[in-house]
């Protein structure tokens, strides 16, 4: 079982800037893929940024070009640079890990509260 720990959120004015980590119990060269997902009152979970083992990365829409997810293998922890910053960022960040054969294990953080105001 991997042990996900985030930190990092807060309250931020609108504009400004977050970074977001996620602390892996395991060695992440033996996940195989890790990435945040983001739940907002009363809406359904979604997928904000995902990396790859091999570095491969994947944004939603709605963050692309104001998000970078990045992963330093030296200290198992995977990061979301949030940037521009905006009220309808406001919501519960997870950090997930993915690994086995076709990704059939998955673990998921206790999550970070982000609120953005305007």
């Known amino acids: 079982q991997v042990q996900l720990v985030e930190s990092g959120g807060g309250l931020v004015q609108a504009g400004g800037s977050l970074r977001l980590s996620c602390a892996a119990s395991?060695?992440?060269?033996?996940?195989?893929?890790m990435g945040w997902y983001r739940q907002a009152p009363g809406e359904q979970r979604e997928l904000v940024a995902s990396?790859?083992?091999?570095?491969?990365?994947h944004y939603a829409d709605s963050v692309k070009g104001r998000s970078t997810i990045s992963r330093d293998n030296a200290k198992n922890t995977v990061y979301l640079q949030m940037n521009s910053l905006k009220p309808e960022d406001t919501a519960v960040y997870y950090c997930?890990?993915?690994?086995?054969?076709?990704?059939?294990?998955?673990?998921w953080g206790q999550g970070t509260q982000v609120t953005v105001s305007s």
């Open positions: 997930t890990a993915e690994w086995g054969p076709n990704n059939l294990f998955s673990s």
């Open positions: 990396i790859t083992r091999s570095g491969s990365t």
């Open positions: 395991v060695s992440i060269f033996s996940i195989n893929a």
